[in-house]
Protein backbone atom coordinates (compact mmCIF):
# COMPACT_ATOMS: atom_id res chain seq x y z
CA UNK A 1 0.00 0.00 0.00
CA UNK A 2 1.52 3.56 -1.20
CA UNK A 3 -0.54 4.99 1.79
CA UNK A 4 -0.97 8.79 1.33
CA UNK A 5 1.15 10.11 -1.68
CA UNK A 6 1.84 14.01 -2.52
CA UNK A 7 2.88 15.34 -5.56
CA UNK A 8 5.11 17.22 -5.79
CA UNK A 9 7.48 17.03 -3.23
CA UNK A 10 9.24 20.49 -3.99
CA UNK A 11 8.66 23.17 -6.05
CA UNK A 12 9.84 27.08 -6.30
CA UNK A 13 6.91 29.71 -7.34
CA UNK A 14 7.12 33.30 -8.03
CA UNK A 15 4.63 35.29 -6.10
CA UNK A 16 1.64 35.21 -8.01
CA UNK A 17 1.89 32.46 -9.56
CA UNK A 18 -0.68 29.97 -9.30
CA UNK A 19 -0.32 25.99 -8.50
CA UNK A 20 -1.93 22.83 -7.50
CA UNK A 21 -0.79 20.18 -5.10
CA UNK A 22 -2.38 16.23 -5.44
CA UNK A 23 -3.12 14.41 -2.65
CA UNK A 24 -3.86 10.94 -3.17
CA UNK A 25 -4.79 8.00 -0.71
CA UNK A 26 -5.42 4.31 -1.61
CA UNK A 27 -6.96 3.70 2.20
CA UNK A 28 -10.36 4.20 1.43
CA UNK A 29 -10.84 6.74 3.80
CA UNK A 30 -13.44 9.64 4.04
CA UNK A 31 -11.70 12.23 5.74
CA UNK A 32 -8.81 14.14 4.11
CA UNK A 33 -7.27 17.21 5.12
CA UNK A 34 -4.45 19.35 4.22
CA UNK A 35 -2.06 20.98 6.71
CA UNK A 36 1.14 23.87 6.64
CA UNK A 37 4.29 23.31 8.53
CA UNK A 38 5.76 26.46 10.04
CA UNK A 39 9.08 26.48 12.27
CA UNK A 40 7.64 26.56 15.45
CA UNK A 41 3.97 26.37 15.31
CA UNK A 42 3.15 23.07 14.75
CA UNK A 43 0.88 21.97 11.95
CA UNK A 44 -1.87 24.12 10.65
CA UNK A 45 -5.19 22.99 9.22
CA UNK A 46 -6.10 24.61 6.30
CA UNK A 47 -8.98 22.77 4.42
CA UNK A 48 -11.13 19.57 5.02
CA UNK A 49 -13.06 16.99 3.64
CA UNK A 50 -15.34 14.64 5.00
CA UNK A 51 -15.91 12.98 1.95
CA UNK A 52 -16.32 13.00 -1.92
CA UNK A 53 -17.02 16.56 -2.97
CA UNK A 54 -17.10 18.04 0.13
CA UNK A 55 -14.80 20.63 1.79
CA UNK A 56 -14.65 23.10 4.32
CA UNK A 57 -11.74 25.63 6.02
CA UNK A 58 -9.94 25.16 8.55
CA UNK A 59 -7.61 27.31 10.78
CA UNK A 60 -5.53 29.32 7.93
CA UNK A 61 -7.90 28.94 4.38
CA UNK A 62 -6.81 31.79 3.44
CA UNK A 63 -5.26 32.35 -0.49
CA UNK A 64 -6.27 28.27 -0.73
CA UNK A 65 -8.51 26.92 -2.40
CA UNK A 66 -9.66 22.77 -2.56
CA UNK A 67 -11.67 20.38 -4.38
CA UNK A 68 -12.65 16.44 -3.62
CA UNK A 69 -13.94 15.34 -6.92
CA UNK A 70 -12.80 11.83 -6.13
CA UNK A 71 -13.08 10.04 -2.79
CA UNK A 72 -9.25 8.95 -3.31
CA UNK A 73 -8.37 12.31 -4.14
CA UNK A 74 -7.89 15.84 -2.33
CA UNK A 75 -6.19 18.96 -4.30
CA UNK A 76 -4.79 22.17 -3.13
CA UNK A 77 -4.69 24.99 -5.09
CA UNK A 78 -2.85 28.43 -4.69
CA UNK A 79 -4.49 30.67 -6.68
CA UNK A 80 -1.45 33.68 -6.74
CA UNK A 81 1.37 32.95 -4.48
CA UNK A 82 2.93 34.67 -1.85
CA UNK A 83 6.23 34.63 -0.06
CA UNK A 84 3.93 33.75 3.09
CA UNK A 85 3.05 30.77 1.63
CA UNK A 86 6.41 29.51 1.76
CA UNK A 87 6.46 26.20 4.07
CA UNK A 88 5.69 22.89 3.99
CA UNK A 89 2.83 21.26 3.02
CA UNK A 90 1.19 17.61 4.39
CA UNK A 91 -2.17 16.11 3.54
CA UNK A 92 -3.60 13.63 5.87
CA UNK A 93 -6.06 11.19 5.68
CA UNK A 94 -8.44 9.14 8.53
CA UNK A 95 -10.79 6.58 8.03
CA UNK A 96 -13.86 7.87 10.43
CA UNK A 97 -14.73 10.54 13.20
CA UNK A 98 -14.55 7.76 15.52
CA UNK A 99 -11.06 6.24 14.49
CA UNK A 100 -9.50 9.44 13.94
CA UNK A 101 -5.72 8.59 13.60
CA UNK A 102 -4.63 10.65 10.24
CA UNK A 103 -1.90 9.29 8.52
CA UNK A 104 0.08 12.06 6.35
CA UNK A 105 1.90 11.88 2.99
CA UNK A 106 6.00 12.88 2.77
CA UNK A 107 5.29 16.61 2.39
CA UNK A 108 5.29 19.22 -0.49
CA UNK A 109 7.96 22.09 0.51
CA UNK A 110 7.05 24.91 -0.86
CA UNK A 111 9.17 28.41 -1.93
CA UNK A 112 7.83 31.40 -3.08
CA UNK A 113 10.31 34.19 -4.59
CA UNK B 1 -7.37 29.16 16.78
CA UNK B 2 -6.84 26.59 19.31
CA UNK B 3 -3.75 25.01 20.37
CA UNK B 4 -2.26 22.33 22.58
CA UNK B 5 0.22 23.18 25.27
CA UNK B 6 3.36 20.96 24.63
CA UNK B 7 6.61 21.09 26.85
CA UNK B 8 9.06 21.04 26.57
CA UNK B 9 9.95 22.48 22.92
CA UNK B 10 12.78 20.60 23.17
CA UNK B 11 15.12 17.68 24.86
CA UNK B 12 18.90 16.87 24.54
CA UNK B 13 20.00 13.99 26.27
CA UNK B 14 22.30 11.16 26.66
CA UNK B 15 21.55 7.63 24.93
CA UNK B 16 19.91 5.46 27.53
CA UNK B 17 18.00 8.09 29.40
CA UNK B 18 14.36 7.93 29.71
CA UNK B 19 12.23 10.81 28.23
CA UNK B 20 8.73 12.72 28.79
CA UNK B 21 7.19 15.62 27.35
CA UNK B 22 3.47 15.96 27.74
CA UNK B 23 0.65 18.26 26.00
CA UNK B 24 -2.21 20.21 27.84
CA UNK B 25 -5.38 21.52 26.85
CA UNK B 26 -8.31 24.11 27.62
CA UNK B 27 -10.61 22.07 26.79
CA UNK B 28 -11.67 18.11 26.18
CA UNK B 29 -10.57 16.09 24.13
CA UNK B 30 -12.21 12.34 23.08
CA UNK B 31 -9.04 10.97 21.36
CA UNK B 32 -5.18 12.21 21.93
CA UNK B 33 -2.17 10.95 19.20
CA UNK B 34 0.96 10.50 19.88
CA UNK B 35 3.34 11.36 16.44
CA UNK B 36 7.10 11.60 15.39
CA UNK B 37 8.60 13.40 12.33
CA UNK B 38 11.42 12.67 11.16
CA UNK B 39 13.65 15.00 9.29
CA UNK B 40 12.15 15.91 5.77
CA UNK B 41 9.52 13.31 6.33
CA UNK B 42 5.39 13.45 7.35
CA UNK B 43 4.78 12.40 10.71
CA UNK B 44 4.05 8.87 11.43
CA UNK B 45 1.69 7.83 14.16
CA UNK B 46 2.98 6.02 17.02
CA UNK B 47 0.27 5.69 19.76
CA UNK B 48 -3.66 6.44 19.53
CA UNK B 49 -5.89 6.93 22.91
CA UNK B 50 -9.27 7.15 23.43
CA UNK B 51 -10.53 6.73 26.87
CA UNK B 52 -9.60 8.67 30.04
CA UNK B 53 -6.96 7.09 31.87
CA UNK B 54 -5.74 4.93 28.98
CA UNK B 55 -2.33 3.59 29.15
CA UNK B 56 -0.90 2.24 25.72
CA UNK B 57 2.73 1.33 25.27
CA UNK B 58 3.99 0.72 21.65
CA UNK B 59 7.81 -1.14 22.53
CA UNK B 60 10.20 1.17 24.10
CA UNK B 61 6.90 4.18 24.19
CA UNK B 62 4.33 4.67 26.69
CA UNK B 63 1.25 7.29 26.45
CA UNK B 64 -1.30 7.83 28.84
CA UNK B 65 -4.50 9.93 28.46
CA UNK B 66 -5.01 12.13 31.45
CA UNK B 67 -8.18 11.40 33.30
CA UNK B 68 -9.43 15.36 33.22
CA UNK B 69 -9.05 14.33 28.90
CA UNK B 70 -7.32 17.69 28.97
CA UNK B 71 -3.84 16.42 29.01
CA UNK B 72 -1.51 13.59 27.59
CA UNK B 73 1.75 12.68 28.03
CA UNK B 74 4.21 10.15 26.06
CA UNK B 75 7.69 8.39 28.25
CA UNK B 76 10.09 7.25 25.74
CA UNK B 77 12.35 4.35 27.73
CA UNK B 78 16.02 3.63 27.37
CA UNK B 79 16.45 6.61 24.32
CA UNK B 80 18.77 5.74 21.31
CA UNK B 81 20.17 7.47 18.60
CA UNK B 82 17.00 6.77 16.22
CA UNK B 83 14.89 8.04 18.94
CA UNK B 84 16.01 11.64 17.41
CA UNK B 85 13.43 13.85 15.76
CA UNK B 86 10.00 15.92 16.56
CA UNK B 87 7.29 14.49 19.16
CA UNK B 88 3.70 16.21 18.11
CA UNK B 89 0.90 15.29 20.59
CA UNK B 90 -2.83 15.51 18.60
CA UNK B 91 -6.39 15.63 20.04
CA UNK B 92 -9.66 15.60 18.93
CA UNK B 93 -12.36 17.35 20.32
CA UNK B 94 -15.59 15.46 21.62
CA UNK B 95 -17.55 17.66 20.01
CA UNK B 96 -16.10 17.36 16.54
CA UNK B 97 -18.17 16.10 14.10
CA UNK B 98 -15.04 16.12 11.25
CA UNK B 99 -12.40 14.01 12.82
CA UNK B 100 -10.28 17.32 12.61
CA UNK B 101 -6.97 17.44 14.85
CA UNK B 102 -5.32 19.74 16.84
CA UNK B 103 -1.19 19.65 17.09
CA UNK B 104 1.00 20.93 19.67
CA UNK B 105 3.92 23.10 19.00
CA UNK B 106 6.34 19.67 18.67
CA UNK B 107 8.70 19.14 20.87
CA UNK B 108 12.32 18.50 19.88
CA UNK B 109 14.30 15.27 20.45
CA UNK B 110 18.27 14.81 20.25
CA UNK B 111 20.22 12.12 22.09
CA UNK B 112 23.74 11.76 22.24
CA UNK B 113 25.38 8.59 21.89
Known amino acids: NAGVTQTPKFRVLKTGQSMTLLCAQDMNHEYMYWYRQDPGMGLRLIHY???????AKGEVPDGYNVSRLKKQNFLLGLESAAPSQTSVYFC????????????FGQGTRLTVV | GQQLNQSPQSMFIQEGEDVSMNCTSSSIFNTWLWYKQDPGEGPVLLIALYKAGELTSNGRLTAQFGITRKDSFLNISASIPSDVGIYFCAGCHGSSNTGKLIFGQGTTLQVKP
Open chain 1, 49 to 55: SVGEGTT
Open chain 1, 92 to 103: ASSYSIVYTEAF
